[in-house]
């Protein structure tokens, strides 16, 4: 199991990062070209087996164990009407996560995902980004490693996801602080507010800028000031399983909010996600250029919850299906191509 013992140790495992398998990825590749279909037939299919492979370190990747864990937060900064909904919210959606009810549960059912929920001090908001720190040093260190012990080792493909009132509020602040441009370019109307609540949204975003900015050196102390515990602890997650080699499905805004301050300064560390959905709020397209990933799916979802990557694991299973199930021109006697 990943643990950081302490800040530097989470910066040092940032510089220390393993790549995919390339043998593995060679003979993927290879495989590939001998299956019976005309090169490339199955466009981005081919390139997902490909990756599954890489980051399976196998030419013939499996898809049995799919991990989905749902964080949860509550932010000082949703005391500033920034969301749609009060923050109780948050803790009931756990209840009903819990009790099998929720969107997540059921897509969970439907792509065979083992789903865990872990509630992060839901009793004990962050502090109000606008005016203070989100959390303190140790508050961020725990909520990190709470995201990097959820991940079971033996996982073959990884999805987080996120429950938090208010938190596309020090989403669109972390976007921001990452990759620059006017608080306004990353925020959207969230679970739905007005254009009032928007306005109110970007202030608190800019206060947060100009209080925090110069002092965001590193991308803990950017999580720490400008993030949320259920936030930290999907970057955590996220980069437990890149030290493992497990490749992860990234879902919506916040999900990708949450490792941005990483990738601005480490730029190959979304090597092993996919990007599975771009989501309908307006920063996770902008953010997924920065990414350099394109999506797989585009169906206008913005609920959160890991949805979006629970949606786009079929796709996965069916790049693995034909990768590992397909003949190959010998095998079939079927004529190649020049
Ligand atoms: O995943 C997304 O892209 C996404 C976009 C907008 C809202 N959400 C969800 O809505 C909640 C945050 O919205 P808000 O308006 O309270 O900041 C939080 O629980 C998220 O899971 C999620
Ligand atoms: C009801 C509800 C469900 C959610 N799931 C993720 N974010 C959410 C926000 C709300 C408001």
Redesign the pocket.
């Known amino acids: 199991m990943i643990r950081f013992a302490d800040r530097a140790a989470f910066t040092a495992a940032l510089s220390a990062l393993p790549g995919p398998g390339e043998a593995a990825v060679t003979a993927a590749r290879t495989r590939q070209a001998e299956l019976t279909k005309p090169a490339g037939s199955l466009g981005r299919l081919e390139d997902i087996a490909v990756f599954m492979a890489g980051w399976q370190n196998t030419p013939r990747p499996r898809i049995d164990r799919v991990q989905a864990v749902v964080f ?1 937060g509550n ?1 000082g900064v ?1 005391a500033r009407g ?4 009060p923050v109780e ?2 803790e009931q ?1 756990v209840a009903n996560f819990r009790a099998g009810g929720a969107a997540i549960n059921a897509l969970c059912r439907s792509c065979s995902a083992d789903l865990s929920v872990v509630p992060l001090d839901l009793e004990r908001p962050t502090g109000d980004i606008s005016e203070e720190a989100a959390m303190s040093e140790a508050e961020c260190l725990a909520a990190l490693n709470a995201g990097a012990a959820a991940v079971s080792p033996d996982t073959q493909l990884l999805f987080v ?9 020090p ?1 669109s602040a972390l976007c921001a602080a990452a990759f620059g441009g006017e608080a306004a370019l990353w925020c ?6 007005d254009d009032e ?1 928007v306005a109110r ?1 970007i202030l608190a975003v800019e206060q947060a800028l100009a209080l925090h900015l110069p002092d965001c050196d590193d991308a803990f102390e950017t999580l720490r000031r400008l993030g949320g515990r259920e936030i930290a602890a999907m970057a955590g997650a996220i980069l437990a399983a890149r030290m493992m080699r497990i490749p992860v499905l990234l ?6 909010a949450s490792i941005a301050p990483i990738v601005a300064r480490v730029p190959g560390f979304t090597a092993h996600c996919l990007a599975a959905h771009c ?3 307006p920063g ?1 397209v902008r953010l997924l250029g920065y990414f350099g990933l394109e999506p797989l799916l585009r169906l206008g ?5 890991g ?2 990557a629970a949606a786009a694991v079929p796709i996965v299973r069916a790049a693995l299906a034909t990768h590992n199930e397909m003949a190959t021109f010998a095998e079939a006697a079927v004529a190649s191509g020049s």
């Open positions: 949860a932010h949703a920034v969301s749609a909904f919210v948050t959606m996801g996120e429950m938090g009132i208010g938190n596309t509020t989403a959207g109307k969230g679970s739905g507010i609540g949204k879902d919506g805004f916040i999900a990708c989501s309908a709020e996770h979802m913005r609920l959160g919850e949805s979006g």
